[in-house]
């Protein structure tokens, strides 16, 4: 794949003005008229927006920069390279692994695509709960309409592979309905490795989509460089520190001072809430880093008489929100049901097992499938999700909760997926759970399931979305942040990223980061007097 245009590399050999890591040093300080920290959804979106508008920017990224040269396919090159503490961020209580990127692009390098509107019943809950009315469907929709055309956001026009096709298949024979999956792919080879960075540049992640641009406009952008305070003056944000890191986090010299007109947090759910708590930003009502959202993902895997393939293909093109509509948003959680790549180290080290009986599904990986059930939380009590706190050395860790009412939904997700992958054509079935069998009949299957003890490190939990933490609201007492993305007490910072979501979704966030992200940053340039920014 050497022949690929690579518009990294480019951009470099272009001047591109890139600072830390390998590249350029870092200097000691540097003035702006807009600090964006971090690089991903709602970072990129800003920056392009921005950088257009002839303002003078700085990125500041704590991943590295990489490339579709650097993008081999290979797992054991990109989770420790592209995700946030090598792939093994967790939980608190280390139940709930956590997916997040930490490289330019952050997690629009990795994601698997997946493009979804925010479901209509959650804005109309953000309207009834949070007084943010003027988010309905209507309202959004022009804003998404913008990041859709510039990312090439449309409906998955290949067929799916067979570990997608076994959902659609299953479900349309139970009378359940799926849909095609929209992504933002432009040229897409279909090789299957979304989640290790696009060898071919064809998916429109912030890294070869809006940050080339904004570079060429003159940005100024440091890797591996982190955020590490903001520093106060009354109501204002006088200055960024931030310091040089290696890969594996340590600290590898002097820090760098950015003063700015305004400041843009978009380091994503944790690691936004994570630098305003080191910072000591004002926090009256005590809302920082609570509410803060995971998508509780559990998974159910499944053996087939033929090769699924798992690995090879689109790794999401087909989806089903069915199971989110069966009841009030505010009753028994929801889930939507999507699949998961079948990658040797991503499948054996979320599936469970040891010994002889990982072996053996090792042996069997050809011929599983592998569904997973995406929980609602954000909408009843007893699914408020959790708080990012501070670590004794100052980094961010997520406290959450797995309920018993959350439970309850992985059992129920446990079922579906059963009957889905049996009426596709299953010869045994087996939820993720540590004490769950290989289940040859659905009679079997909802014994064992209706047996099985619902508990934490026994179901197994993971999330790659991750939402909330700096909660958007209509006024200061239930939120971190104004409709507009302002923070309600600091008045030359902003907020661009999921951690403004006052609920999870129950769909893939990055289409909403980029339809919020693109409405609040035509905002931030009127009040900066900028020029006004289509994006398209």
Not at 225 to 240: K, M, N
Not at 242 to 264: F, N, W
Not at 440 to 447: F, M, Q, V
Not at 449 to 457: E, H, V
Request: charged share 20%; aromatic share 6%; hydrophobic share 40%.
């Amino acid at each position: 794949m050497s022949s690929i245009p690579d518009p990294i590399v480019d951009g470099l050999q272009r001047g591109w003005k890139v600072h830390g890591g390998p590249h350029a040093a870092l200097p000691a300080t540097l003035d702006c008229d807009v600090a964006i920290i971090g690089s991903g959804a709602g970072a990129g979106i800003t920056a392009e927006m921005l950088a257009r508008a002839g303002l003078k920017i700085v990125i500041v990224e704590e991943g590295p920069l990489r490339s579709s040269r650097q993008f081999k396919q290979r797992e054991t090159d990109a989770y420790g390279q592209l995700y946030q503490e090598g792939g093994g961020r967790k939980t608190q209580d280390q139940v709930v692994n956590i997916l997040q990127g930490r490289c330019v692009g952050g997690s629009t390098t990795v994601n698997w695509t997946g493009s979804f509107r925010t479901p209509p019943d959650a804005l109309a809950y953000w309207g009834d709960k949070f007084g943010l009315t003027d988010f309905n469907e209507a309202a959004m929709a022009p804003w998404f309409e913008q990041a859709e055309r510039r990312l090439n956001i449309a409906d998955w026009q290949t067929a799916p592979n067979e570990n997608n096709d076994v959902l659609r298949r299953g479900a349309e024979k139970l009378g359940i309905p799926t849909k095609v999956v929209r992504r933002n792919v432009k040229g897409c080879w279909n090789l299957g490795s979304c989640g290790m960075g696009c060898p071919t540049n064809a998916k429109q992640s912030m890294l070869v989509s809006t940050l080339p641009v904004a570079l060429d406009h003159g940005a100024t952008l440091l890797v591996q460089t982190r955020a590490a305070r903001v520093e106060l003056q009354g109501d204002r944000v006088s200055a960024l520190v931030a310091e040089p890191v290696a890969l594996d986090g340590a600290v590898t010299g002097a820090p760098v001072r950015i003063t700015a007109k305004h400041y843009v947090v978009a380091g994503g759910a944790i690691n936004s809430p994570g630098l305003l708590l080191r910072s000591n930003a004002p926090d009256p009502h005590g809302l920082l880093g609570k509410r803060t959202f995971l998508h509780p993902t559990a998974g159910g895997s499944a053996l087939f008489d033929h090769d699924v393939a798992g690995w090879a293909g689109a790794p999401l093109s087909v989806f089903c929100d069915h199971f989110l509509h069966t009841g009030p948003v505010d009753g028994p959680v929801g889930y939507k049901l999507e699949v998961a790549p079948v990658h040797p180290t991503f499948a054996m080290g979320n599936g469970g097992g040891i010994g002889a009986e990982l072996a053996q599904r090792a042996k069997d990986m050809p011929r599983t499938q592998l569904m997973i059930a995406l929980l609602r939380d954000g909408f009843h009590a007893d699914a408020a999700g959790g708080a990012v706190k501070l670590r004794s050395d100052g980094s961010p860790v997520l406290d959450y909760a797995v309920t018993d009412y959350l439970l309850d939904g992985v059992r129920r997700a446990y079922l579906t997926m059963a009957e889905i992958q049996f009426a596709a054509g299953a010869q045994a079935v087996r939820p993720v759970h540590e004490l769950a069998a290989n289940y040859a009949t659905l009679a079997e299957a909802k014994a064992g399931i209706a047996g099985l003890a619902m508990k934490p490190f026994l179901a197994t939990v993971g999330s790659a979305h991750v939402m909330g933490g700096c909660t958007m609201a209509a006024d200061a007492a239930r939120g971190v942040v104004r409709p507009d993305g302002q923070h309600w007490q600091l008045a030359n910072l902003s907020v661009h990223d999921g951690s403004l979501f006052p609920t999870s979704l129950g769909a893939n966030p990055q289409l909403t980061v980029y339809g919020l992200a693109t409405r609040l940053t035509h905002g931030l340039l009127q009040r900066l007097g900028a020029k006004t920014v289509i994006l398209a």
